[in-house]
């Protein structure tokens, strides 16, 4: 099983920028879609972007669209998330989940999960 380790969230003002790492580690022997999501509070967790274990299809939520940018680096086991134009409702802890190969929509067919990393947007 992978293990995920979400780094970069942080507090930052309205119209910033931030970048967030997904590293995993564990029995890589093929590529694994990965996934990002986010829970407001008092929200239910949703999806944001993800990207399929070859880097040849990427998706969006209508949210984020224009404004986030997912991408991956196989050889070193990370994916990363860079948001531009963070806005207030952007706020929410962020976490990278993975599936072997392709995103899919459903949450629970995603296998792992790293801790989440705090993305707060607030002058």
């Known amino acids: 099983q992978l293990q995920l380790v979400e780094s970069g969230g942080g507090l930052v003002q309205p119209g910033g920028s931030l970048r967030l790492s997904c590293a995993y580690s564990?029995?890589?022997?093929?590529?694994?879609?990965i996934g990002w999501f986010r829970q407001a509070p008092g929200k239910e967790r949703e999806g944001v972007s993800c990207?399929?274990?070859?880097?040849?299809?990427?998706y969006y939520a209508d949210s984020v669209k224009g404004r986030f940018t997912i991408s991956r680096d196989n050889a070193k086991n990370t994916v990363y998330l860079q948001m531009n134009s963070l806005k207030p409702e952007d706020t929410a802890v962020y976490y990278c989940?993975?599936?072997?190969?392709?995103?899919?929509?459903?949450?629970?067919?995603?296998?792992?999960w790293g801790q989440g990393t705090q993305v707060t947007v607030s002058s």
């Open positions: 989940a993975a599936r072997r190969f392709r995103c899919v929509q459903s949450q629970n067919d995603y296998n792992s």
């Open positions: 564990g029995i890589v022997l093929d590529y694994y879609a």
């Open positions: 990207i399929s274990g070859s880097g040849s299809s990427l």
